[in-house]
């Protein structure tokens, strides 16, 4: 009798942790791409690098060429007001003067004049702003394993006082903001892998140890001297900022040994909630502005090493946010490498800790 209540007693714990194992329901297929119309009327003039094209040669490709994974296309949630989150990472004064130069339709802010502007920009910033909080929305509650916000304007250079190259809201650090404050995200990690250092998430998070920004980039290179390796941070953030400097020409293998020893290391020692991916494809060899020489594949290669390592976590909740990538090849063939790797239902598993230092697969 004893022995009888005993087992009845492990088989009710067994079904406790099942339940609790299975309380947040992730459909295993379903990586959300979050798109919007409203990113190609942010008009950047002709023959600007960053434009809608980019935008155009992805969608066109996704419609041709099937992934062979599942992705769910949707739109930014309508209920959410980026406005208020905007205003936490930017100055007022500067989110102010963005809208009101766009109304005036000028081609430039004064003091931004590589970050060229249209009557429709402001719109499309912000509206880029909600598809990466409804991005963030999707993963944390589990509607979407994780989430890929097709976006432009990029982010990861405006600075919280002003706009910076081709960027005009930061994009993922607003993400990160977002996760915390309105999921109760403690630590957040944002990978940003763009070939330009993202320095204006890198000032956004200098002296916070609750967002570690881990920073792989061409260096030097625009936009230095930032990006140097010894800016770790500053006061309480002291050790949660980690730029890793690659040389011009370095290729696959230089990123791929950073992924398995800097950020495997980062990772395990910050153990991250969730993970923001600044995902630019301008480090590709067909780039026109970067001089990495990264193959399409190799966006495949780093997805997967991030979501190894968010499982070892427990979790895998990954939102990855657009950033830069200028050429058609990359916007098609790296990004669907990238997606690919997102929405594979059967990941690689990464190597053991001990076994980090193996070197790239
Ligand atoms: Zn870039």
């Not at 947040?24 to 094209?53: K, Q």
């Not at 570690?212 to 290179?221: A, D, G, I, N, V």
């Not at 040994?257 to 290391?265: C, I, N």
């Not at 970067?290 to 895998?316: D, F, I, M, P």
Request: glycine share 8%.
């Amino acid at each position: 009798m004893r022995e009888q209540r005993l087992l009845a007693l492990v088989v009710w714990a067994a079904t406790l942790t099942m339940t609790c194992t299975m309380a947040a329901p992730v459909n295993p297929t379903n990586t959300a791409f979050i798109e919007d119309p409203l990113f190609l009327e942010h008009d950047t003039g002709p023959g600007f690098p960053e434009s809608a094209d980019r935008l155009r040669w992805l969608s066109a490709h996704l419609d041709a060429v099937p992934l062979g994974v599942k992705l769910t296309r949707m739109a930014p949630d309508p209920d959410i007001d980026p406005r208020p989150w905007i205003a936490k990472v930017h100055d007022a004064d500067y989110i102010a003067a963005l809208r009101a130069a766009c109304e005036d339709e000028k081609e430039f802010m004064a003091d931004s004049p590589d970050s060229p502007i249209s009557r429709r920009s402001y719109d499309a910033a912000v509206q880029a702003v909600g598809a990466v909080l409804t991005a963030v929305d999707a993963v944390v509650t589990g509607r979407a394993r994780n989430a890929f916000a097709a976006v432009r304007p990029p982010g990861h250079h405006a600075m919280p006082d002003g706009a910076k190259g081709f960027c005009l809201f930061g994009n993922a650090a607003i993400a990160a903001r977002y996760a915390q404050e309105k999921h109760g995200i403690k630590r957040v990690m944002i990978i940003d892998w763009d070939v330009h250092h993202g320095d204006g998430t890198q000032e956004i998070f200098y002296d916070d140890p609750t967002v570690l920004f881990f920073s792989t980039h061409q260096y030097p290179f625009y936009p230095g001297p930032s990006g140097a390796a010894e800016n770790t941070g500053a006061g309480d953030g002291q050790g949660f900022n980690l730029n890793v400097p690659l040389a011009a020409g370095s290729g696959d293998l230089a990123v791929l040994e950073a992924f398995d020893t800097q950020l495997a290391e980062a990772f395990r020692r910050f153990r991250p909630e969730l993970v923001i991916i600044s995902a630019g494809f301008d480090a590709h060899g067909a780039d026109p502005l970067g001089q990495l020489g990264w193959s399409s594949e190799v966006y495949g290669k780093l997805t997967h090493k991030v979501r190894a390592l968010a499982r070892e976590q427990g979790h895998e909740r990954i939102v990855s946010v657009l950033e830069g990538g200028y050429s058609k090849e990359a916007m098609t063939r790296g990004v669907a490498a990238h997606l690919e790797a997102l929405a594979d239902v059967t990941p690689p598993a990464h190597p053991p800790a001990n076994a980090a230092r193996a070197g790239g697969d």
